[in-house]
């Protein structure tokens, strides 16, 4: 085999191993999005406060309370002291951190609601107490006091917790693995690039095709999502949570923006060290 054909092969070898670590550096990248977002209790906490979100779900608890108390004839300012004293925003915030927690963690207990059960309950005797209400039937305070309670527990309990908590443990694992996996096949073939080529600076040319061909990739699906409005269009009843899900979703995509700007950096440090090499080849030095 002649020198021409023998570099025609090379070249050829080349650019498959280009196209593979392209690829498989875009899987990386998306395998390390996928830790670092969905996989991750402190970026689902970051978007809970940056969406105000606990001040607006307490704003909507407090709604219903208000409509249950209604039908019993518990006057809506009532509910003003509950939320100040029995039921103030920190607590709601620390209630659904819990629950956060629990599922990142895989110990996704109900929150114990008894104690606020109990003075929630005593506020609407002391309510009626203050009204010179009679209370004739114990029992229908009770009720009430468990009903606002039990859609307190539906709101600071994140829906699907188990099933949600569950795949977040058995897939965390794998998920690690398959980046450390990812991780080695890109070095074994770009070592591999590099060694089959005498003119180091090709192998590096190769590179910047490599990094450029993921850049591109990891630029594309996320404009993509963008330009199909698809997460703003989400139905969610509750404006708390749809706020945060759009937010969140949108943290994910913008992810990307992210790393596809560490990509070009990569490159550009690439295409100086290219332009090196290539000089220094050109004069005989390597």
């Not at 006057?75 to 607590?91: G, K, L, M, N, W």
């Not at 629950?99 to 963690?105: A, D, E, G, N, R």
């Not at 990812?182 to 095709?209: D, M, S």
Request: charged share 15%.
């Amino acid at each position: 085999m002649n020198r021409k054909v023998q570099s025609r092969v090379r070249t050829g070898i080349c650019c498959i191993l280009s196209f593979l670590i392209s690829m498989f550096l875009f899987l990386l990248l998306c395998v390390t999005i996928f830790q670092s977002t969905v996989l991750s209790e402190g970026f689902f906490l970051k978007h809970l406060s940056d969406t105000d979100f606990y001040a607006k779900l307490t704003e909507e608890i407090k709604q219903d309370f208000v409509s249950y108390g209604s039908a019993s004839g518990v006057d809506a300012s009532h509910f003003d002291s509950v939320f100040r004293e029995i039921i103030p925003s920190t607590q709601i915030q620390q209630d659904v951190e819990n629950s956060v927690h629990q599922v990142f963690t895989g110990t996704v207990q109900p929150v114990d609601t008894s104690y606020l059960t109990e003075n929630l309950e005593q506020s609407f005797f002391e309510y009626a107490q203050e009204q010179g209400k009679e209370i004739t039937d114990e029992n229908a305070v009770a009720y009430l006091a468990e009903t606002c309670m039990d859609t307190y527990s539906d709101y600071v309990n994140l829906p699907y917790a188990g099933q949600v908590s569950n795949l977040i443990v058995q897939y965390s694992p794998p998920v690690q693995m398959l980046s450390f996996l990812l991780f080695a096949v890109i070095l074994v073939l770009a070592v591999f690039l590099f060694v089959i080529n005498r003119w180091k600076h090709r192998a590096i040319r190769f590179y910047i095709y490599a990094f450029s061909g993921a850049g591109l990739m990891s630029l594309a699906l996320p404009i993509g999502v963008l330009l199909s409005n698809k997460i703003d269009k989400i139905s969610l009843a509750s404006p708390s949570f749809y706020d945060f899900a759009v937010s969140y979703l949108h943290g994910i995509v913008y992810t990307f923006f992210l790393g596809a700007l560490c990509i070009a950096v990569l490159v550009l440090v690439l295409s100086l060290l290219y332009v090196y090499l290539r000089q220094k080849a050109k004069h005989g030095e390597i």
